[in-house]
């Protein structure tokens, strides 16, 4: 089983030993990660207010504290290669290249919304930009990665397809079907766990027969690889690799990125199956913003007035996009079944 | 040999029109258990995998749901995908990726794509396979919007309705009726195609409207040859599709002959035939009827082993002699 060399954040001015992250991009792309990283937090606190405020209604699963996972996942990838999302799935789309302007409209269940308003939160897609969608059943997306991932085998058209997953997912029976399809006919797909400790309430120790979601590749001949999920370096090193293989044809690669959820699993959460202590130690000690940020100013890649403006640019955005959804019209009630079947449309 | 006049079985016209679409168009591929050098439980993909290879005609492990959301995920990526069950009872394992992926996805993401997968599935009693491989549960697939559901009962409907389903860009669920697999009759060479959503008159009369689908269809028939000696004249339609269903032929076959008989194997309740029976309550058709709607579906319980009791859990062409005799004199 290979596992990713930990590469923990090198002392400022480590010059060549640089994390992998500094090595393969340049300035421009680590401040667009940043940017993004960024945007997936402020979007989300958008998304929550908008909600407190009662402008959107149903629920949500935010990702706060994830934002590492999802951009390191995706940052290797490009606009032509797809992914598969979760009901936690906020983050991918962005990560992906979505519009935050459309992400609300679909949240305030909008016209202008990404799905017209039928979709919402959970079903987050663009598939112009290679997101087929977050999902709301768990491990739900699984098989449709490992299909999207043979179409791209038999078109042959070098695309890999990521299936974004959480841990609860791990004990779904289509997360081992999946895997064993993907591996017995090697299949250009990226398994990425995004493991945040916690299956709704129940913690993954009470839930899961092996201490790692990455040592259930070894039952399906892929490797399975360790990262800490909040390290955007070592995430999206994991992802490199997994993706030269898979397109390569070598077949699928299972990664298992540690992280932690901040907020509740959904607005339903009373927070009643972990401390307080334990969210306060990953949120003070291992915030994933916060260590990128760190390493880009010890990196001197970015200093403390260019990363205020990232900030700045991200809240115009974030503001930008409230207002688009706020102005944009609701959906005709007319159309309501008019997206059931194609030629209706 | 006049085209017109050659017969194949219902599994062969299946194949027949597998093999077209595949020679068609290179996205269409086959996907399920055992259906390469096995030929599938039924043989209905019999040597095709000689003929397009593993890569088109694809064995999968033992993994219904996986199969089915592969499937999904090839349809929604490009691809036309033939995802054959090996018995429609094992549906169960996959409704997942049917119910909820399959027939919402399209709707979910407000229309950017389509699921262009067709699903086939060996159904119906008849075998000897008892409760867990002779199941009818095609009203389950009726009751999701997003889906279509067809119930092809010859061998000609058989072809062309798979091959509107492989041309069609929506999730078609084709139900097969496993007793029909060896059943001959007229099939065309060459490409043709059935609507989905389209009823058929099987044989016209004007005492009484029997409305059936799959194996039904043609028990209602030798029904019907049977009630033509006591002088009770029989219409019978085949639904082919129950979803879409076509409401206008089967209101104007019941306003003509002024009596419904809905017969089914699925269950009785909650069934088909409740469908077709409301949907003539609620139409013009209703004051048109002289007698009540009568329906003869499957009994209230699990298919059984034994051969007479199995026989006796769904409608046979005596009990529609019956219930088609009893409605149109009026001795309920």
Redesign the interface.
């Known amino acids: 089983m290979a596992k990713a060399q930990a590469s923990s954040p090198r002392a400022p001015g480590a010059g060549a030993n640089l994390p992998f992250l500094y090595r393969h991009y340049d300035k421009a792309a680590l401040r667009e990660a940043l940017r993004k990283m960024h945007l997936i937090r402020r979007f989300e606190e958008g998304a929550e207010d908008s909600y407190m405020r009662g402008l959107i209604h149903g629920t949500m699963h935010l990702s706060i504290g994830q934002e590492a996972s999802a951009v390191g996942i995706c940052m290797p990838l490009t606009e032509e290669d797809?992914i598969?999302s979760t009901h936690r799935g906020h983050g991918h789309s962005i990560a992906k290249g979505a519009d935050v302007k459309r992400m609300f409209a679909e949240f305030f269940g909008k016209s202008t919304?990404?799905?017209?308003?039928?979709?919402g939160s959970m079903?987050i897609?663009d598939?112009s930009k290679g997101n087929?969608?977050a999902?709301?059943?768990v491990g739900?997306g699984?098989?449709?990665?490992?299909?999207?991932?043979?179409?791209?085998k038999?078109?042959k058209n070098g695309k890999v397809v990521v299936c974004f997953f959480g841990d609860g997912a791990n004990n779904e029976?289509?997360f081992?079907?999946?895997l064993?399809?993907a591996s017995?006919w090697k299949l250009p797909v990226i398994f990425a766990c995004e493991n945040n400790q916690y299956g709704m309430s129940t913690s993954i120790a009470r839930s899961t027969a092996v201490p790692n979601v990455a040592d259930r590749a070894a039952a399906y001949s892929m490797p399975g690889v360790i990262v800490d999920g909040n390290n955007l370096s070592e995430v999206t090193e994991a992802s490199h690799t997994a993706i030269e293989r898979a397109r390569a044809g070598e077949g699928p690669t299972l990664i298992e990125a540690k992280t932690y959820r901040y907020r509740g699993h959904s607005k339903s959460d009373r927070n009643r199956y972990r401390t307080k202590e334990e969210i306060e130690d990953w949120m003070s000690k291992r915030d994933p913003i916060a260590l990128f940020e760190a390493e880009l100013k010890g990196f001197n890649i970015l200093d403390a007035a260019e990363i205020d403006a990232v900030r700045s640019e991200v809240e115009r955005e974030i503001a930008e996009g409230i207002e688009f959804a706020k102005k944009s019209p609701m959906p005709d009630l007319a159309s309501l079944?008019?997206?059931?079947?194609?030629?209706l449309? | 040999m006049d085209a017109e006049l050659r017969e194949l079985s219902y599994a062969q016209a299946i194949q027949e029109a597998m093999a077209i679409a595949m020679e068609a168009d290179e996205r269409v591929?086959l996907m399920g258990e055992d259906i390469g050098v096995y030929g599938g439980a039924f043989q209905v993909t019999g040597d095709l995998v000689h003929r397009f290879g593993e890569?088109r005609v694809m064995d999968?492990?033992i993994?219904e749901?996986?199969?089915?959301?592969?499937?999904?995920?090839?349809?929604?990526?490009?691809?036309r995908?033939i995802f054959e069950f090996q018995f429609s009872d094992f549906a169960t394992l996959a409704m997942?990726?049917i119910v909820?992926?399959a027939a919402k996805?399209?709707?979910?993401?407000?229309?950017?794509?389509?699921v262009p997968v067709v699903m086939r599935f060996p159904a119906g009693s008849g075998t000897g396979a008892a409760a867990q491989h002779s199941q009818s549960l095609e009203a389950w697939f009726g009751h999701v919007?997003?889906l279509?559901v067809v119930q092809p009962a010859t061998p000609y409907d058989a072809k062309g309705l798979l091959l509107a389903a492989v041309a069609d860009?929506?999730p078609v669920m084709i139900f097969e009726h496993k007793l029909l697999y060896k059943m001959k009759g007229p099939v065309p060479e060459g490409h043709y195609s059935v609507p989905i959503g389209k009823a058929e008159i099987r044989r016209e009369g004007r005492d009484l409207t029997i409305v059936a689908s799959a194996i039904m269809v043609h028990r209602a028939l030798e029904a019907a040859a049977e009630l033509e000696g006591e002088g009770i004249d029989v219409e019978v339609v085949d639904l082919r599709s129950i979803r879409p269903m076509d409401r206008e032929t089967v209101i104007e076959s019941v306003k003509k002959t002024t009596r419904l008989l809905c017969v089914y194997e699925g269950v009785k309740s909650l069934g088909v035939g409740a469908e077709v029976s409301a949907m003539i309550a609620e139409s013009d058709a209703f004051d048109y009827l002289d007698a009540p709607i009568v329906r003869l579906g499957g009994r209230e319980t699990p298919i059984p082993y034994n051969p007479e009791l199995e026989k006796a859990a769904v409608p046979q062409t005596p009990d529609i002699v019956k219930a088609a005799r009893d409605l149109v004199k009026g001795a309920r």
């Open positions: 797809q598969t919304g990404y799905c017209r308003g039928l979709g079903h897609a598939v087929l969608g999902n709301g059943i739900g699984l098989p449709i990665a490992v299909g999207a991932a043979l179409s791209a038999k078109q029976g289509a081992h079907e999946a064993n399809m017995i079944e008019r997206y059931v079947y194609t030629e449309a | 591929f890569e999968t492990p993994s749901l996986g199969g089915a959301g592969v499937a999904v995920g090839a349809a929604v990526t490009g691809m995908p997942e990726q909820n992926q996805i399209r709707f979910m993401l407000g229309g950017a794509v389509s919007p997003g279509k860009p929506d």
